[in-house]
């Protein structure tokens, strides 16, 4: 089992900044890949960014390129999602999700691990 567990959400204004982080213990893995996704309010979950463990590489989603990065610290099983420039539709609850082996990481169904979620909220 993994356990993944999210800190550093809170609420900022429109143009702030906030770094969440993701802790992972349990059985770790050196493959497969930490994503995390956000749910708005009356919103289905989607994807917001992921990277690699192995490689390091990132995918983001459209509409947070340029504004978050995702980076990782595979020395101590963390890995931070700094978002820049933040604005009123990224107010969500931001999930860290892992996935054990190489594959789509897109998708929730994606991922075999999730944490419980925090809650960032940006004002305008």
């Known amino acids: 089992q993994v356990q993944l567990v999210e800190s550093g959400g809170g609420l900022v204004q429109a143009g702030a900044s906030l770094r969440l982080s993701c802790a992972a213990s349990?059985?770790?893995?050196?493959?497969?890949?930490l994503g995390w996704f956000r749910q708005g309010p009356g919103k289905e979950r989607e994807f917001v960014a992921a990277?690699?463990?192995?490689?390091?590489?990132?995918v983001y989603a459209d509409s947070v390129k340029g504004r978050f990065i995702i980076s990782r610290d595979n020395a101590k099983n963390t890995v931070s999602l700094q978002m820049n420039s933040l604005k009123p539709e990224d107010t969500a609850v931001y999930y860290c999700?892992?996935?054990?082996?190489?594959?789509?990481?897109?998708?929730?169904?994606?991922?075999?691990?999730w944490g419980q979620g925090t809650q960032v909220t940006v004002s305008s």
């Open positions: 999700a892992a996935r054990r082996v190489i594959g789509p990481i897109r998708m929730a169904n994606d991922y075999d691990y």
């Open positions: 349990g059985r770790t893995f050196s493959s497969g890949a």
């Open positions: 990277i690699w463990w192995s490689s390091g590489s990132t």
